[in-house]
């Protein structure tokens, strides 16, 4: 969905752009002159607008200025357009049922109706108020990513957190080894340290029986285990530490001797090969050639109680792919932990002892400092704070850390009234890598010289913004052809011209927020505009435009309301937020950019660069960053908004003064009571993430383990919860107007 701008995955299609021979690297000795993306961002604002009435908004009591009704809309496409059909579908689906491939369609009377969800709709109007509007970016999955970059020339960003300089060209790894295990009295995890050597491949493979030549080769982790088989149990003997020549210089550890033979015990550990081991052949072969002894457990476990859930947390999240689903070695190993047997580790401490991260590799994925919503809020703090926003005001929000609103803006489906499906096509829709820094976070103008990338491991580092998918035209589709089942999916969208017609219903809005949704509907009554969406946005699928055919709509007098007016209204109010020129604002050029289909993008071509041909690097060595849609003209937000404080934090629920104008009293702040309930009953609802509290009294307290309350119970208790299981606890309460809500756990 548009908007969201952190998600997992690697960009897929496309070629790359080449150009004049700046930095090296590329095919052919030319390297690559711009990066090229089918998206792009509107800067995140520094101004984030709170409506002044929101602490009024009501279903029940209307404003003074309330008004209800519908609005009549037309979509019309402008290039293909797909929306998956209803249904669970598994991937082997997908690729052989024509069902699974269909365009969303009801039934009736037997006759296929092909539509669009209302969700979808309100999804993609809701981003465009969300922009316009100067609203919060919360809307993200807050992760910590990993980075694992050995050739950036910046050290600080890498290769500092996991290695010492200790003399001219030999450095020593910063990283130790432990065993990770669930401790079967607290059911937690922990470690317990032990030492390691390195060992050569060419060793273990002499000593084997079997010669598993194999393990050179570039396999992963899992596939050498499998074929070394049997006792990773082994004799060996060494010397201490000692500096040993690499392609890098020399490094200091301990290495393995006289294997199979030695005097001290130890276990072997593999990890992956990114590419083979051609040593035997080629002497001057820099690939990986050795593995791993853990040795010498010490009697002691690493004390990590108090920060394992974030490391776990971000270990299992950096280890996962986009949908959770463990990688094949974290699979492999969850499984045998599970078990009760130890799985080999890597790990950092900080500089007071405790526990920084872990990983399955000495040069694992090291989280970065700053999470994505960390990185949001070094724009403004505003972008955390509990007010709501104007699109939260309309459509609507659930937070387990303040009251749920019920939206006031309804979409119905929008059902088909001319429509035809094209051809089936098999094609890979791959989706950005939020990691890849040189877009994702913002840079400075230029890079030359000695400055550096910004990334999420910087103090101040700031997110590009909204990411959005630039519009084009249908003669500009070309779908990338499919590269294997594995990867690939399958669809058959329906061809341009595609017309559906659905009703907008509001219930008791403001002039200024009926004129937010009328002018995101109709981009402010400019028909060179588009809207973009469904799947395949990032091949130019899903180009349409909405018309407002007819409205109903009536104000608490029941006098008939001019939608046009109200959008009037909505564009002064910007204007007014932002001092004049909301339309010439950095977030309005770069957004009306990418919705308009004659707009030339600066990055040339609308489409993802080529991981196999190693555009991503090549980019990075030249010190390239994606450029915004358009060439900014707008004054930047640092000078516009120079003087503006950020908005004060409030303890409790953040409800805001009436305004006066409203028929209701003022709410007046809500004061915050705090208790300590024993012996409470407890439930959870895992899809919810709800967990639930009840006195015997029948006082009933709730909370929705999610941002700042998603460790507050351990992930045992909530399996234990789940499965129907009494856990004894004592919670602590906080009154908020009339509801209990659970701030704090403790297992008795």
Not at 134 to 139: A, D, I, L, N, P
Not at 388 to 417: H, Q, S
Request: aromatic content about 8%; some cysteine.
């Amino acid at each position: 969905m548009n908007g969201k701008p952190y998600g997992k995955g690697q960009g897929q299609g496309g070629n790359r752009q080449q150009g004049k021979n700046q930095g090296g690297g590329g095919q052919g000795g030319q390297a690559i002159e711009k990066i090229t993306a089918p998206y792009n961002f509107v800067p995140l604002s520094k101004k984030v607008f709170f409506p002044d009435w929101a602490g009024q908004v009501s279903h029940d009591v209307p404003f003074s200025d309330g008004i209800s009704g519908e609005l009549e809309c037309e979509l019309t496409t402008h290039t293909p357009i797909y929306v998956r059909n209803g249904g669970k579908w598994e991937h082997d689906d997908i690729m052989k049922k024509a069902d699974a491939q269909s365009f969303f369609y009801v039934k009736v009377d037997g006759q296929k109706k092909f539509m669009i969800p209302g969700t979808s709709l309100k999804g993609m109007l809701r981003n465009v108020i969300e922009i316009a509007s100067f609203g919060k970016m919360t809307k993200v999955d807050d992760h910590r990513y990993g980075v694992r970059d050995l050739t950036n020339p910046d050290k600080k960003l890498y290769l500092d957190h996991m290695t010492d300089t200790v003399g001219q060209r030999i450095y020593k790894s910063k990283v130790k080894a432990a065993w990770l295990r669930i401790c079967p009295e607290t059911e937690q995890w922990n470690l317990i340290p032990c030492s390691f050597a390195r060992v050569e491949q060419a060793d273990l493979v002499n000593y084997h029986p079997s010669r598993p030549e194999g393990i050179k080769k570039r396999i992963s982790a899992v596939k050498k285990y499998e074929l070394w088989g049997g006792n990773l149990d082994l004799q060996f003997d060494h010397n201490g530490e000692g500096d040993h020549r690499h392609s890098c210089g020399m490094l200091r550890y301990i290495r393995a001797t006289n294997v199979g033979k030695g005097k001290i015990r130890g276990r072997l550990v593999f990890t992956g090969q990114p590419a083979e081991n051609r040593r035997d052949v080629d002497p001057r072969n820099h690939s990986k050639h050795m593995e791993f002894i853990f040795f010498g457990e010490e009697n002691c476990t690493l004390p990590v109680e108090e920060n394992i859930k974030k490391i776990k947390k971000e270990f299992e999240f950096i280890h996962s792919d986009a949908n959770e689903v463990p990688n094949e070695e974290w699979a492999y190993w969850k499984r045998k932990l599970a078990q009760g047997e130890r799985v080999p580790v890597f790990y950092l401490t900080n500089k007071d002892g405790s526990l920084h991260s872990i990983g399955l590799a000495m040069m694992y994925r090291l989280p970065y400092k700053n999470s994505v919503l960390e990185a949001i809020r070094n724009t403004s703090p505003d972008h955390g704070h509990q007010s709501p926003d104007l699109a939260e005001t309309l459509f609507g929000f659930v937070d387990g850390n303040r009251d749920a609103l019920k939206g006031r803006v309804t979409f119905t489906a929008a059902i088909a009234t001319q429509a035809s499906q094209a051809n089936a096509i098999q094609t890979v829709l791959g989706g950005p890598k939020p990691s890849y820094y040189p877009n994702y976070i913002e840079q400075p103008i230029s890079l030359s010289g000695g400055t550096n990338y910004q990334t999420f491991m910087d103090d101040k580092c700031r997110i590009r913004g909204w990411k959005r998918y630039p519009v084009r035209l249908a003669d500009a589709i070309q779908a990338p052809k499919g590269v294997t089942d594995n990867v690939d999916t399958k669809l058959i969208p329906l061809k341009e011209g595609a017309r559906f017609v659905f009703r907008v219903k509001i219930h008791n809005l403001k002039p200024t927020e009926l004129g937010a949704v009328a002018w995101a509907l109709t981009w402010g009554n400019n028909a060179g505009m588009r809207h973009s969406l469904g799947m395949g946005k990032a091949i130019g699928y899903g180009v349409a435009d909405i018309k407002i055919k007819n409205a109903s709509l009536r104000d608490l007098a029941d006098a008939v309301v001019d939608w046009q007016g109200c959008m009037n209204s909505f564009v002064e109010l910007m204007d007014r937020e932002v001092g004049g020129g909301w339309l010439k604002t950095a977030q309005m050029e770069q957004l009306l950019a990418m919705a308009d289909p004659t707009v030339k993008p600066q990055c040339g071509e609308l489409k993802h660069m080529e991981l196999a041909k190693k555009d991503f690097q090549e980019a990075k060595k030249a010190k390239l960053r994606l450029e915004p849609h358009v060439k900014p003209t707008a004054i930047s937000d640092d000078e516009r908004f120079k003087n503006l404080k950020p908005r004060p934090v409030e303890k409790g629920q953040a409800k805001e003064q009436a305004e006066a104008h409203a028929l209701t009293p003022a709410m007046t702040k809500i004061e915050t009571v705090g208790e300590t309930w024993t012996k409470v009953r407890l439930g959870y609802n895992r899809g919810q993430k709800l967990l639930s509290a009840q006195t015997t009294d029948g006082r009933k307290a709730e909370v929705q383990l999610i941002g700042s309350s998603a460790d507050l119970v351990p992930e045992e208790v909530l399996n234990a919860l789940a499965k129907g299981k009494n856990v004894e606890a004592q919670i602590d309460v906080e009154k908020l107007g009339s509801k209990w809500r659970i701030t704090g756990f403790k297992r008795l």
